[in-house]
């Protein structure tokens, strides 16, 4: 299989996949477990979602080890399991979609502040998250994804952590806010200069808002750098709270004529965040042939 990168360059845009965390709570993740244990107690159900994802055709799928760094671990007390958990993660996705598929290890924040705001320095985020890249290396993945960040040291250090861990291909994505900036105001300009700088071979946005939102992210993210590889991944629209359960208005049909949208901004990598499902991923491609 031609390299991820090799890929995009060469002018394929690529298929991601879509939630991860929700596809898991709708086969059985209750509230308050951990979804990485689940790698180990659950592992044919983290499975199914990544085999879900390879038959609607997605060409890259995302482990299940999104909170797989020490801190965010530790409300579980499983800091110590930081190997394990995100080893098996990227093992299992290996063996659900085979070598046909690219397997990328999803690394997100660690839910802590850096200093001065928090007690962590620079350099213990950086360590902190190399153990989590180490890791998802040591299980096969072909690239890692750092996502959902809002705070520009903190991906920096995440992006530092992966490259000073690994050799692999670094995919770089920040979470956007209905007002273009994430939590901590970065705007989008920010985050392709600092993340290209820090080494990513591909910048995008995800998570934070629908496709409607994140279409002007990525123009603004695609100007800022005409030659940049680009990623992409909305939820299913804007959740709403619906009889006490987050719903996400975005249909298969409608994520469907977003792709064309996107794909004509140069879009290089498309998939879905929270709420997309494997229908989702199903309309992309279609909609992308």
């Given at each position: 299989?031609?390299?991820?990168?090799?890929?995009?360059?060469?002018?394929?845009?690529?298929?991601?996949?879509?939630a991860?965390?929700?596809?898991?709570q709708q086969?059985?993740?209750?509230?308050?477990?951990?979804?990485?244990?689940?790698?180990?107690?659950?592992p044919?159900?983290?499975?199914?979602?990544?085999?879900?994802?390879?038959a609607?055709?997605?060409?890259?799928?995302?482990?299940?080890?999104?909170?797989?760094?020490?801190?965010?671990l530790?409300?579980?007390?499983?800091?110590?399991?930081?190997e394990?958990?995100?080893?098996?993660?990227?093992?299992?996705?290996?063996?659900?979609v085979?070598n046909?598929?690219?397997?990328?290890?999803?690394?997100?924040?660690t839910?802590?502040?850096?200093?001065?705001l928090?007690t962590?320095?620079?350099?213990?985020?950086?360590?902190?998250?190399?153990?989590?890249?180490?890791?998802?290396?040591?299980?096969?993945?072909?690239?890692?994804?750092v996502?959902t960040?809002?705070?520009?040291?903190?991906i920096k250090a995440?992006?530092?952590?992966v490259?000073?861990?690994?050799?692999?291909?670094?995919?770089?994505s920040?979470?956007?806010d209905?007002n273009?900036r994430?939590?901590?105001?970065?705007?989008?300009?920010?985050a392709?200069?600092?993340?290209?700088?820090?080494?990513?071979?591909?910048?995008?946005?995800?998570?934070?808002?629908?496709?409607?939102?994140?279409?002007?992210?990525?123009?603004?993210?695609?100007?800022?750098?005409?030659d940049l590889?680009?990623?992409?991944?909305?939820?299913?629209?804007?959740?709403?709270?619906?009889?006490?359960?987050?719903?996400?208005?975005?249909?298969?049909?409608?994520m469907?004529?977003?792709?064309r949208?996107?794909?004509?901004?140069?879009?290089?990598?498309l998939?879905?965040?929270?709420?997309?499902?494997?229908?989702?991923?199903?309309?992309?491609?279609?909609a992308?042939?």
């Amino acid at each position: 299989m031609r390299g991820l990168l090799e890929r995009l360059r060469a002018g394929e845009i690529l298929v991601a996949d879509g939630a991860t965390g929700t596809l898991l709570q709708q086969r059985g993740l209750g509230r308050g477990e951990c979804p990485e244990e689940w790698n180990v107690s659950h592992p044919e159900v983290v499975a199914s979602v990544a085999r879900d994802y390879a038959a609607a055709g997605s060409d890259l799928v995302y482990t299940n080890t999104f909170g797989g760094n020490r801190l965010r671990l530790a409300a579980y007390g499983l800091e110590g399991r930081v190997e394990e958990l995100n080893r098996r993660g990227a093992e299992i996705a290996r063996k659900a979609v085979g070598n046909e598929v690219f397997v990328v290890g999803s690394m997100g924040p660690t839910g802590e502040f850096l200093e001065p705001l928090g007690t962590h320095t620079f350099a213990e985020m950086v360590e902190i998250f190399a153990e989590q890249a180490q890791a998802l290396a040591e299980g096969g993945v072909d690239a890692i994804v750092v996502e959902t960040f809002s705070a520009l040291e903190e991906i920096k250090a995440a992006a530092q952590g992966v490259k000073e861990s690994t050799g692999l291909p670094l995919l770089g994505s920040m979470s956007f806010d209905p007002n273009g900036r994430t939590s901590f105001g970065v705007r989008p300009e920010q985050a392709v200069a600092a993340l290209v700088e820090a080494g990513a071979e591909v910048v995008g946005a995800n998570c934070g808002g629908g496709p409607a939102e994140l279409e002007p992210v990525a123009e603004k993210m695609r100007t800022a750098n005409p030659d940049l590889l680009l990623l992409v991944k909305p939820n299913a629209g804007l959740p709403r709270l619906v009889r006490g359960e987050v719903y996400y208005p975005l249909t298969p049909a409608e994520m469907g004529e977003y792709a064309r949208r996107f794909a004509a901004l140069g879009v290089n990598i498309l998939g879905g965040c929270c709420g997309t499902t494997p229908e989702h991923i199903a309309a992309i491609v279609q909609a992308l042939k």
